[in-house]
């Protein structure tokens, strides 16, 4: 193995490395996520995890005075979507290093994701010349 070819080799071999500890990180980060929103009036709280699950719904014991079944149920939702864009926002923020150029989140991540944004573009490669002419 030539020097230069071993050089590159170990190049890549620590880019390869530094870039999966900063992934591994950015997962571990991203598992942490938790997302509190709470109502102007206070009333309603809602913690909202990483992957957008519920974890916590608080309500104030005043609100079964203050806001009708249907009010409450409309606050209700309104925090958990409040916080759960809250998360996606963050989510975005952690990934946006790992895609590559002109690659949108949502092209990856977004209801339209599919399979194919992951794959590389094909590339032509020019016509490569017999050996020995010049």
Same mark, same amino acid.
């Given at each position: 193995?030539?020097?230069? #070819?071993?050089?590159?080799?170990?190049?890549?071999?620590?880019?390869?490395?530094?870039?999966?500890?900063?992934?591994?990180?950015?997962?571990?980060?991203?598992?942490?996520?938790?997302?509190?929103?709470?109502?102007?009036?206070?009333?309603?709280?809602?913690?909202?995890?990483?992957?957008?699950?519920?974890?916590?719904?608080?309500?104030?014991?005043?609100?079964?005075?203050?806001?009708?079944?249907?009010?409450?149920?409309?606050?209700?939702?309104?925090?958990?979507?409040?916080?759960?864009?809250?998360?996606?926002?963050?989510?975005?923020?952690?990934?946006?290093?790992?895609?590559?150029?002109?690659?949108?989140?949502?092209?990856?991540?977004?209801?339209?994701?599919?399979?194919?944004? #992951?794959?590389?573009?094909?590339?032509?490669?020019?016509?490569?010349?017999?050996?020995?002419?010049?």
């Amino acid at each position: 193995m030539s020097d230069e #070819f071993r050089r590159t080799m170990e190049e890549l071999a620590e880019e390869y490395n530094r870039q999966a500890a900063q992934l591994r990180e950015t997962y571990g980060r991203l598992n942490e996520l938790n997302v509190t929103a709470q109502s102007d009036d206070g009333m309603v709280s809602v913690t909202v995890g990483p992957r957008g699950q519920v974890q916590d719904l608080t309500l104030d014991p005043r609100v079964y005075r203050k806001l009708s079944p249907s009010e409450l149920a409309r606050a209700i939702m309104e925090q958990i979507g409040a916080a759960t864009g809250e998360v996606a926002d963050q989510t975005k923020e952690l990934m946006a290093p790992f895609l590559p150029e002109g690659l949108p989140y949502e092209e990856v991540f977004g209801e339209g994701a599919s399979f194919e944004s #992951f794959l590389p573009q094909p590339v032509a490669l020019p016509p490569m010349e017999p050996e020995g002419r010049e």
